[in-house]
Structure formats: C-alpha cells, structure tokens
C-alpha cells in the first residue's frame, strides 16, 4: 500500500532533498511524494520539488485574513492530494490546532537539538551557548505545543571546543539527513505505535 506524503517547507529543502534521495535510492518503499508545500513563495524547496515532478504548491499567508483560513487552506491543499503522512521540513511557522487534529500522529518534524532541550529556533548556537558536550536532533510528532510531541527518534554528535554554530549545525544536519527517513520508514511499515507520550516501536 502507498503512502501519500506532503511536505511543508519554508526555505532551502535540504532534508527534503534527503528524503528525495532515499526515495530515488529504493530505501524509502512504496511512498510517493504527492506534494510540497511552501508558505514562501520563492522558496528554493519548491524549486526542488518541481526538478523531480513533485507537485509544488505555494500558498501565502497573506492573503488570507486569519491564521485559520490560512491553515484550512493547508488542510484542503493535503487532502486534495490525499495525503497520509505530513514532514515538517524546515517549515518555520508552528502548526495551528486545526492542523494537528486533521493529522493527529500523522505529522513529523526534525529538530535540530536533542529534545526536550533547546526548543525553538537555533539550536545549535543554544547548544553552544548552554555548554553542552554533546548535541544532536530530534524526529518527533507534532503536537500542539512548540517541539514538544512524542519523540520517535534521536541522533547525538560530540560537541567540539573550537565548534561553530556553523559547523556544529553541519554535523547536526548530516544526522537530520540519516534519521529523518529512517522515521518516515518505520512510519509507513507500520512500526510506529504512540502511547501517550512514548512512541513505542513494534517488530513485525
């Protein structure tokens, strides 16, 4: 059975590049990437998506009086490409509730810190600026708060004293690169089962 993806974007579309990657490569089964959706209009995403046949909508958020007619808008834009699993990939506006109950378990994001530590935007430079001694990101569920669902995979890289933001961010996003299709595989082989806030993993 197929499995409908759309993708939210708002910039470049590295992760989406990834997971168009590992679909081209034969890791990433029975999906097709049935569209990507972007609330800049000149993102390089889009740009991307069309490079590769996938349908590649913009829809601005201007031009609508509310952030509800926006995210209708969303919503009636997924369902008319029958999408099943929405990716979150560099998507930089949070997810009105309307949204989340349309797709309630059915929608991912990749964060680039080790969740629940360093919610937000930069995680990477909070990273640096806590001290930590190791980073990482995070793929989980969106829920209604910000980086805060249940948490389905992590991936962890050293901190380095002479780091970057720059450079911890590289080595953060080349884990985002491996983990984020590694999710949407268990996801559509049926390994994904949340409990509350634990997503427990079955073995089929």
Do not use: W
Request: hydrophobic share 40%; with cysteine; aromatic share 6%.
């Amino acid at each position: 059975m197929t499995t409908n993806i759309g993708v939210l974007v708002s910039g470049r579309g590295s992760n989406l590049q990834s997971i168009i990657d590992h679909v081209e490569s034969g890791y990433l089964k029975d999906i097709k990437l049935s569209v990507v959706i972007s609330d800049v209009k000149d993102a390089f995403a889009l740009e991307r998506a069309k490079m590769y046949g996938i349908n590649a909508v913009f829809i601005d958020p201007h031009a609508y009086e509310s952030k509800m007619g926006f995210e209708e808008k969303i919503i009636a834009t997924l369902k008319d490409y029958n999408v099943d699993l929405v990716l979150l990939a560099g998507y930089m506006r949070i997810l009105g509730s309307e949204v989340i109950r349309a797709y309630r378990d059915r929608i991912m994001n990749i964060h680039p810190a080790l969740l629940p530590s360093f919610k937000g935007l930069h995680g990477p430079r909070q990273a640096l600026e806590y001290g930590v001694k190791v980073a990482g990101c995070t793929v989980h569920f969106v829920d209604e708060g910000v980086d805060s669902g249940p948490i389905i995979l992590q991936s962890c890289v050293s901190v380095k004293d002479n780091d970057t933001e720059s450079t911890l961010a590289s080595r953060i996003l080349e884990q985002e690169h491996r983990i984020f299709p590694e999710a949407i595989k268990l996801f559509t082989e049926g390994k994904l089962k949340v409990d509350g806030r634990i997503v427990l993993r079955r073995e089929n």
